[in-house]
């Protein structure tokens, strides 16, 4: 790690912070659009925003209604989706993961600290997670066509990357 590898992990753990507490009516709770997830996406093209990130996921989730169960469990979702991204080499597949893993996580938060139906939930925060995911893939197929694009965020990895 050396100061720019540090300086842009802190960069991204800031803007996940202020991304999620600028959206707190939706970043929390059942209906949920965490729109600071669409910054999972520079993890695919750069292995070492995983700290950045997974930090900026810990601390929102910490000051968030559910606490210390989120951000223990909620920020495992986080950097198990992380991961998926990291040594995928296909961007839809791997907008899958974080659908999935903070689907079920999260809803099982849901469901044990606030009593919430379990499916449901599970549905609701798929269904977020899925709507930000999905923009963020459009947006990153329209960007890909910039030619400065890849070079900005420091891609150095997935720069071919097809779908």
């Known amino acids: 790690m050396n100061v720019r590898s540090i300086t842009v992990n802190a960069l991204l753990a800031a803007l996940y912070?202020?991304?999620?507490?600028?959206?707190?009516?939706?970043?929390?709770?059942?209906?949920?659009?965490?729109?600071?997830?669409?910054?999972?996406?520079?993890?695919?093209?750069?292995?070492?925003?995983?700290?950045?990130?997974?930090?900026?996921?810990?601390?929102?989730?910490?000051?968030?209604?559910?606490?210390?169960?989120?951000?223990?469990?909620?920020?495992?979702?986080?950097?198990?989706?992380?991961?998926?991204?990291?040594?995928?080499?296909?961007?839809?597949?791997?907008?899958?993961?974080?659908?999935?893993?903070?689907?079920?996580?999260?809803?099982?938060e849901l469901y044990f600290v606030l009593q919430l139906d379990f499916w449901i939930n599970v549905g609701l925060v798929m269904a977020g997670e899925f709507t930000v995911l999905i923009l963020t893939y459009a947006l990153a197929m329209a960007f890909k066509k910039r030619k400065g694009f890849l070079k900005v965020i420091g891609a150095n990895q997935n720069i071919n990357f097809k779908w």
């Open 17 to 108: 912070i202020v991304i999620t507490i600028i959206t707190t009516p939706f970043s929390y709770g059942g209906v949920q659009f965490r729109v600071a997830e669409a910054l999972l996406i520079f993890i695919f093209f750069r292995k070492q925003y995983v700290i950045g990130i997974t930090i900026g996921c810990f601390i929102a989730n910490i000051i968030g209604p559910m606490g210390w169960v989120d951000a223990v469990f909620g920020t495992l979702a986080t950097l198990l989706s992380a991961i998926a991204l990291m040594f995928s080499p296909y961007l839809l597949l791997a907008l899958l993961a974080p659908v999935i893993a903070n689907g079920f996580v999260v809803g099982a």
